[in-house]
């Protein structure tokens, strides 16, 4: 069994398919595609904190969730397994301090990806 995160949205749907993820309970993907050439196929997608940066914004949530079985990873983003449960809702100081414990080895500050700021939201008209 493995931790990962995933982004859902606030009813707790995937912000691509729109399916409905119950907490704390496992789901099965009884078609679970194994073939590695089929990059958007059946299976329950999850990720490292690195790789949540495609769908995380202040309108969505991130969740801890225990991955198992049959799997396919691509990449640092795209990651498909047979199993999965939502165990829990990361608050934003939890997800912060994954993203900067994550930072030194990816290079980047991850954090501030996450929760960006706009520099010019702060500039003010001269009077």
């Not at 030194?104 to 939201?121: A, C, H, M, R, T």
């Amino acid at each position: 069994m493995k931790t990962l995160y995933k982004v859902l949205d606030k009813d707790n749907k995937s912000p691509f398919k729109g399916y409905l993820y119950p907490i704390g309970e496992w789901q099965h993907c009884s078609d679970f595609d194994e073939d590695r050439t089929h990059i958007c196929s059946k299976g329950f997608y999850a990720t490292g904190i690195e790789g949540t940066t495609y769908a995380f914004s202040k309108d969505m949530n991130m969740w801890e969730v225990e991955v198992k079985g049959r799997f396919v990873e691509f990449d640092a983003y795209k990651r498909r397994y047979e199993y999965m449960k939502v165990i829990r809702k990361l608050d934003n100081d939890e997800i912060v301090k994954l993203a900067k414990a994550k930072e030194k080895e990816l290079g980047y500050k991850l954090s501030e990806i996450l929760f960006s700021d706009n520099p010019f939201s702060r500039i003010r008209e001269k009077p």
